[in-house]
């Protein structure tokens, strides 16, 4: 039976896989990655990162995403190094392996990535930073710049990580965001602003209870029930609003607001 076929049937031993790292054919190499991040096993690790530098993008992809699963805040260093890979596909699984370690060290070197040509890799390292949910004024400055990004999941994931590094000096950007023409950034706006707790997003918030998008409107409940009895005299003052489907969430929150302990 052919190395291929004892994968699909989950006959392969760590070590063969391991071996099959060193393969002649990148196909295989790059299956053998993709086995020994499913297996789990941290034997594997450095063997992995021994292929870190392997000519074919797939390969070095899939060794990341390997990486990832096991554990990467154990090879930082060596994951670090990848953000100046070539290739955008290598570039942003980097940025979302050292998003799983959690490691604050590990910021500094997406900072090069925020701005990188590659819209994926934009968004990915957004997305790294908002889990770690903690970076230098430097950093956090640049991902307001992002929050003007002409794609959508970039600025989505920039209001995301500076809801998440609460980084009050956002809050005017985050504002504005509310009006964004894309939805997903409409929500990620109000989670941040409900996540921050500034009470000068509260009359903003309780205008997009009104908006078009179910989700964004959801997404605004939750921030505005976020403040509790710091909005209530806001919403109380909004229920004389014409508008019926916003003096219902209105009342909503109001009573969500006074059951509260």
């Known amino acids: 039976m052919s190395m291929k076929n004892r994968w699909a049937t989950g006959t392969v031993s760590i070590e063969e896989c391991i071996q099959a790292l060193r393969d002649n054919d990148p196909a295989i190499r790059e299956e053998a990655a993709y086995q020994l991040g499913i ?3 941290q034997e594997a690790i450095p063997h992995l990162v021994g292929c870190l530098r392997d000519h074919e993008e797939k390969v070095r ?3 990341l995403q390997a990486l990832h699963k096991l554990g990467p805040s154990s090879v930082l260093p060596e ?6 890979d070539p290739s955008s596909r290598v570039r942003g699984e980097a940025a979302t392996a050292l998003g799983k370690a959690g490691n604050v060290a590990g910021v500094a070197s997406l900072l090069p990535l925020i701005e990188d040509t590659s819209p994926d890799v934009r968004w990915k390292t957004l997305e790294a930073i908002a889990e770690i949910g903690e970076a230098e004024e430097s950093v956090l400055k640049k991902i307001m710049r992002s929050l003007d990004d002409p794609e959508s999941s970039v600025r989505m994931q920039a209001a995301r990580a500076l809801g998440a590094c609460r ?3 956002a809050i005017p950007l985050l504002i504005q965001k509310l009006h964004d023409p894309k939805h997903t950034v409409r929500w990620f706006a109000a989670w941040a602003l409900g996540h921050l707790g500034d009470e000068e997003a509260i009359p903003h918030l309780i205008n997009a209870l009104g908006d078009g998008d179910e989700y964004v409107r959801i997404y605004v409940y939750q921030a505005l029930a976020e403040f509790g009895s710091r ?4 919403l109380t003052k909004a229920l004389s609003r014409t508008d019926p489907t916003l003096k219902r969430l209105v009342q909503m929150l109001i009573d969500d607001i006074s059951r509260e302990p």
């Open 231 to 234: 909005a209530r005299a806001a």
């Open 39 to 41: 297996m789990g096993d």
């Open 167 to 169: 980084y009050k000096p």
């Open 61 to 63: 992809w899939r060794v």
């Open 79 to 84: 994951i670090q190094s990848m953000v100046k």
